[in-house]
C-alpha cells in the first residue's frame, strides 16, 4: 500500500501556549479509509488544518504524497480536499454554479469541469436540487455540495472533518457511500469524526487522539480484541476514559 500522507511527530501549540496537538504521528495509504477520531477538543480540526497547510505548527514533518506540505504547499493543495464544518456555498447561485466556480478556481477545463459535476451528482445524488439556487438548500443537501466542492478536482487525498453531523440516516449513508467508492477508486479518505457507529462501519484503521495525545493508533477489529470490547463505541468509551490501551 503507497502511503499518500504522512504526519509525523505533529506539535501544534496555540499562541497563548495551549498545546492543542501533542507528538502526532500516523501515515494513511492510498485504498484506505481511516479514522481521525476523538472526543470534543481533543485536537482533530487542528490536525486536519495543520495537514491543509492553512495553519503553521510548532513541531513535526507533514509529507503528502512524499512532498513535504511546508515547502510545497501549492502542489500538496492541490493533491488533497478538505472539507470543514464551515464550507459555505453562494447563496445566489445554484449548486451548479457553485461547483463551476470552483472548478475554475482550479484551473480545470470546462470539459473536465462538465464531466466532474455530473459524476459527482450523480455519486452524491444532488440531481434533484443542483440547480437550484443554494439559498433553498436543506442541511443535507448543503453539505453534500460542500462535499462536491471540496473534491471537485479530485483531489488524491480526501478530509472530511465531521461530514455525516447534523445529516439524517439518508443523507449519511450518501456521504459513507462517498467515501466507500473514494477508497475504492484508490484515494486515501481521512475521515475525522466522533460518531463511532459511522466510523466502525467505514474505517480500516483509526486513530484516538485525547487531549491532543494519541491513545490508540490500530485497526478496528485489533483494538476490539485488546480492549475486549465488541464495538468500537465501547472500545472509545474505554480508551478515553483510561487515557490508552
Ligand atoms: N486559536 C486557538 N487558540 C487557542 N486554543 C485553540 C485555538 N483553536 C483551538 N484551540 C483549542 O485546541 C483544542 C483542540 O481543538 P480542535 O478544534 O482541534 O478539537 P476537535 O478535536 O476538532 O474538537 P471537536 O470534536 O469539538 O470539533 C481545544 O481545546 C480548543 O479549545
Ligand atoms: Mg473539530
Redesign the pocket.
Known amino acids: 500500500m503507497e502511503t499518500f500522507l504522512k504526519v509525523q511527530n505533529l506539535v501544534k501549540e496555540?499562541?497563548?501556549g495551549?498545546r492543542?496537538v501533542d507528538d502526532v504521528s500516523f501515515e494513511v495509504g492510498a485504498g484506505e479509509i481511516f479514522g481521525l477520531l476523538?472526543p470534543?477538543?481533543?485536537?482533530?480540526?487542528?490536525i486536519i488544518r495543520a495537514i491543509s497547510t492553512i495553519l503553521s505548527f510548532t513541531n513535526g514533518k507533514i509529507e503528502v504524497l512524499g512532498k513535504d506540505n511546508l515547502r510545497y504547499a501549492e502542489e500538496v493543495r492541490s493533491n488533497i480536499g478538505v472539507l470543514t464544518t464551515d464550507i459555505g456555498a453562494y447563496e445566489r447561485f445554484t449548486g451548479k454554479e457553485n461547483l463551476q466556480y470552483f472548478g475554475e478556481l482550479y484551473g480545470l477545463s470546462s470539459s473536465d469541469l462538465d464531466k466532474r459535476i455530473k459524476e459527482l451528482t450523480e455519486l452524491l445524488d444532488m440531481g434533484g436540487f443542483i440547480d437550484k439556487k443554494a439559498a433553498k438548500y436543506s442541511t443535507g443537501m448543503k453539505q453534500r455540495l460542500a462535499i462536491a466542492r471540496s473534491v471537485i478536482h479530485d483531489p488524491k487525498v480526501i478530509i472530511f472533518d465531521e461530514p455525516t453531523s447534523g445529516l439524517d440516516v439518508l443523507s449519511s449513508q450518501t456521504v459513507r457511500d462517498f467515501m466507500s467508492h473514494a477508497r475504492e477508486s484508490g484515494r486515501a479518505v481521512i475521515f475525522s469524526t466522533?460518531q463511532m457507529y459511522d466510523a466502525e462501519k467505514l474505517c480500516d484503521r483509526v486513530i484516538i487522539i485525547h487531549k491532543g495525545k494519541e491513545i490508540a493508533y490500530d485497526s478496528v477489529e485489533n483494538l476490539k480484541t485488546q480492549t475486549g470490547e465488541r464495538d468500537l463505541e465501547d472500545v472509545f468509551l474505554k480508551l478515553v476514559k483510561g487515557e490508552g490501551v
Open positions: 496555540y499562541k497563548n495551549f492543542a476523538g470534543n477538543g481533543a485536537g482533530k480540526t487542528t466522533h
